[in-house]
């Protein structure tokens, strides 16, 4: 007897938006989970919900008391714990659990990367003189970089923030993805960059900064991706719908 899906979409990146569509398009019972780190999160064609789970065990709990069949996984490569939690809460919940995630960054031929594994790292090796830096990072870690004090810090954020950055010496944009390389060319030009820090978050929508960056001859300090625990993995929102038993025709189910 075939079971009927009911997902638990934990999302936030264009990836889970895009796969939000399909499960909606096909009637597919499923919520969307933002994290809550983005102050105005983007409406969803399915039910929504914000905010944390209170770790594995509260992950658990919910997985259990809304019968959750299938967790998706289509955080940030980079949320770590959020991942690390989903593979432990499916395990302890019987939760069948795929990550629909982007292919990581290659580098490609012009490019001048140097690769660190951890942002720790990344702070470390802006030890020297004063630089104009992009910090493609997101809000959640610029803080971090107040411990290189004499650069000048270009800074991209979705939201504007409450509080300033702890940089001394910064300029803010706020601005929403996905970005072209001719426009992010044009901001590393205005603001002097000459070198951009990163997380290797793969994908096409965040891919610009570093077209720019090839195409002007810049170099790019990447921070690799944390290790997460064994999962099975997805590229595209069509084969997490395969995996819940769609073909790729809306009102067509196979068993599950």
Same mark, same amino acid.
């Given at each position: 007897?075939?079971?009927?899906?009911?997902?638990?979409?934990?999302?936030?990146?264009?990836?889970?938006?895009? !796969?939000?569509?399909? !499960?909606?398009? $096909?009637?597919?019972?499923?919520?969307?989970?933002?994290?809550?780190?983005?102050?105005?999160?983007?409406?969803?064609?399915?039910?929504?919900?914000? *905010?944390?789970? *209170?770790? =594995?065990?509260?992950?658990?709990? $919910?997985?259990?008391?809304?019968?959750?069949?299938?967790?998706?996984?289509?955080?940030?490569?980079?949320? #770590?714990?959020?991942?690390?939690?989903?593979?432990?809460?499916?395990?302890?919940?019987?939760?069948?659990?795929?990550?629909?995630?982007?292919?990581?960054?290659?580098?490609? #031929?012009?490019?001048?990367?140097?690769?660190?594994? +951890?942002?720790?790292?990344? =702070?470390?090796?802006?030890?020297?003189?004063?630089?104009?830096?992009?910090?493609?990072? *997101?809000?959640?870690?610029?803080?971090?970089? *107040?411990?290189?004090?004499?650069?000048? $810090?270009?800074?991209?954020?979705?939201?504007?923030?409450?509080?300033?950055?702890?940089?001394?010496?910064?300029? !803010?944009?706020?601005?929403?993805?996905?970005?072209?390389?001719?426009?992010?060319?044009?901001?590393?030009?205005?603001?002097?960059?000459?070198?951009?820090?990163?997380?290797?978050?793969? +994908?096409?929508?965040?891919?610009?900064?570093? =077209?720019?960056?090839?195409?002007?001859?810049?170099?790019?300090?990447?921070?690799?991706?944390?290790?997460?625990?064994?999962?099975?993995?997805?590229?595209?929102?069509?084969?997490?719908?395969?995996?819940?038993?769609?073909?790729?025709?809306? +009102?067509?189910?196979?068993?599950?």
């Amino acid at each position: 007897m075939s079971v009927k899906p009911n997902v638990l979409l934990l999302g936030g990146t264009t990836e889970a938006s895009r !796969l939000a569509l399909l !499960l909606a398009e $096909y009637g597919i019972a499923a919520i969307f989970s933002y994290a809550g780190r983005t102050e105005s999160p983007r409406t969803q064609p399915i039910a929504m919900r914000t *905010g944390g789970f *209170g770790g =594995v065990l509260g992950l658990a709990a $919910y997985l259990r008391e809304h019968r959750i069949t299938h967790l998706v996984d289509a955080t940030h490569p980079f949320a #770590a714990t959020m991942s690390a939690n989903a593979v432990t809460a499916a395990a302890l919940t019987g939760t069948a659990l795929a990550a629909l995630t982007r292919p990581a960054w290659q580098p490609e #031929a012009g490019d001048r990367w140097t690769r660190v594994p +951890g942002l720790g790292d990344a =702070v470390e090796a802006l030890k020297g003189p004063r630089r104009h830096i992009m910090l493609a990072l *997101g809000r959640m870690h610029v803080d971090a970089f *107040g411990a290189q004090p004499q650069h000048h $810090y270009l800074l991209r954020f979705v939201d504007a923030p409450e509080h300033p950055p702890a940089l001394p010496d910064h300029s !803010l944009v706020v601005d929403r993805g996905p970005f072209l390389a001719e426009t992010d060319r044009d901001l590393l030009r205005t603001h002097a960059i000459d070198l951009i820090v990163c997380k290797n978050a793969g +994908g096409s929508g965040a891919s610009a900064k570093l =077209v720019a960056a090839r195409q002007l001859g810049l170099p790019v300090l990447m921070i690799d991706r944390p290790a997460l625990p064994e999962r099975r993995e997805f590229h595209g929102p069509q084969d997490v719908l395969r995996w819940l038993g769609h073909d790729a025709s809306p +009102g067509t189910e196979r068993g599950v």
